[in-house]
């Protein structure tokens, strides 16, 4: 749906890190694709733009951590 590729590849994250969040958001959004990739577009460009962590992202376990306004 979204073309998350770019995104990644320009993270600069390991692959290992890259996991994690995306099992992560995956927890969140267990059934719904759609979502899974939005929100995870959502965290990757937040970390681009330095507005979370990989640690708050891998710790806080509530959904609301992808509410970024």
Known sequence: MFDLTYLKQ????SP???????QTV???YPADAMLFELHL?????A??????TV???LT????ARFDLR
């Not at 806080?60 to 959904?63: G, H, L, S, V």
């Open 16 to 22: 290992a890190v890259l996991r994690a969040i995306e």
């Open 60 to 63: 806080e376990r509530a959904p």
């Open 41 to 45: 577009v959502r965290v990757l460009l």
């Open 26 to 28: 995956k927890e969140d």
């Open 55 to 57: 640690e708050q992202i």
């Open 47 to 52: 970390l681009k733009q330095g507005w979370i």
């Open 10 to 13: 320009t993270s600069d994250l």
